[in-house]
């Protein structure tokens, strides 16, 4: 009895190996960024913001050298004058400008909780390594570069996509769970638990 239930273990070993998982999409960031020409953001249904971020060209000098007189050679082939060379310096254009406008959380909806949840996220994932301050330093912004630029959105401002990519819904931190199931079941019971944790990182 004991060899078939043997088989039958490496039968389903093998059926198991020949199973591929595919690995979680990536939010692309890139997708939700928009380029005009005309001045301004982008026209959009009511209440939505807007932030803009300019990345300025990337120019390099490049130097090159070209023959000024050639070399002259005798009757067989010894160099009699050696060529002459011109060194010049030109500047040339490696990336262009690029101004974009993507969708962004709105400033009334950057409460202190609401920052200090995103700390917590970006805390989760490495890229944010101070206490919870509920402030939107420059530490928190370094922090969510670290995080947009992968995804295709290489900017310290938060966008709307990376908030909900993080599991954050604008305009009401209260749906961020402290743990989810504790948010869902009392949402006031998790906020407050977050701004007390922001109150012990500034003591």
Not at 3 to 16: D, I, K, Q
Not at 141 to 156: K, V
Request: with cysteine.
């Amino acid at each position: 009895m004991i060899r078939p239930l043997f088989l039958c273990s490496v039968l389903a070993l093998t059926g198991c190996q020949g199973v591929k998982v595919a690995a979680p999409a990536q939010t692309d960031l890139s997708s939700g960024l928009v380029r005009r020409t005309e001045a301004g953001p982008p026209p959009g249904p009511s209440g939505t913001c807007w932030a803009q971020d300019i990345t300025p060209a990337i120019i390099e000098s490049v130097t090159e050298q070209t023959i000024a007189t050639p070399a002259k050679l005798g009757p067989d082939g010894e160099v009699l004058r050696p060529a002459t060379y011109r060194t010049s310096v030109q500047q040339k254009i490696v990336k262009d400008r690029d101004e974009v406008w993507f969708t962004t959380p709105c400033d009334n909806q950057l409460t202190l909780e609401f920052v200090a949840t995103l700390q917590r996220a970006l805390k989760a994932r490495g890229l944010y390594l101070q206490p919870l301050t509920g402030q939107m330093d420059t530490t928190t912004q370094d922090a969510i570069r670290r995080y947009q630029e992968p995804l295709g959105l290489d900017s310290n401002i938060l966008s709307l996509g990376a908030a909900q990519s993080l599991g954050i819904v604008a305009g009401d931190f209260r749906a961020l769970p402290v743990e989810a199931e504790a948010a869902a079941a009392d949402p006031d019971a998790a906020a407050d638990q977050i701004a007390a944790e922001v109150a012990n990182s500034l003591q």
